[in-house]
Nanobody
C-alpha cells in the first residue's frame, strides 16, 4: 500500500519561499506520476504541479508557472515542491498524491500541509 507523508508547510510573508516534501513508501514509484494539489477554504481542490517519476517530465498549473518547481530525489523516495514568490492567494492546504501507471486518477494522498501566505 502506498503511503505518502507531506510536510514543510508554514506561515510566510508574501514574496517568500517554502519547500514542501512528500515522502513516499510502500512500493516502487518508477512508473508513477506524482502530483501536488491544494485546497483553499471554500474552494475545490485544484491541481498545482506533477511530474513523472521516471522521466522527470513536469506539468504546472498556469497560476504557479515560473514560481513553483516540482522535483524528486530518487534515493530518498521523496518529491518536493519549491514555492517561490508566494502570494496570499497561494494560501491553502497542499496535498501530495500518487497516480499509478495506466490509470487516470490519483489514488493515494498525503494528509496535507497548511501553507499560509500573509500580505
Amino acid at each position: 500500500q502506498v503511503q505518502l507523508v507531506d510536510s514543510g508547510g508554514g506561515l510566510v510573508q508574501a514574496g517568500g519561499s517554502l519547500r514542501l516534501s512528500c515522502a513516499a513508501s510502500g512500493r516502487t514509484f518508477s512508473s508513477y506520476v506524482m502530483g501536488w494539489f491544494r485546497q483553499a477554504p471554500g474552494k475545490e481542490r485544484e491541481f498545482v504541479a506533477a511530474m513523472t517519476w521516471s522521466g522527470g517530465r513536469t506539468f504546472y498549473a498556469d497560476s504557479v508557472k515560473g514560481r513553483f518547481t516540482i522535483s524528486r530525489d530518487n534515493a530518498k523516495n521523496t518529491v518536493y515542491l519549491q514555492m517561490n514568490s508566494l502570494k496570499p492567494e497561494d494560501t491553502a492546504v497542499y496535498y501530495c498524491a500518487a497516480r499509478p501507471p495506466g490509470t487516470g486518477r490519483y489514488d493515494s494522498w498525503g494528509r496535507g500541509t497548511q501553507v499560509t501566505v500573509s500580505s
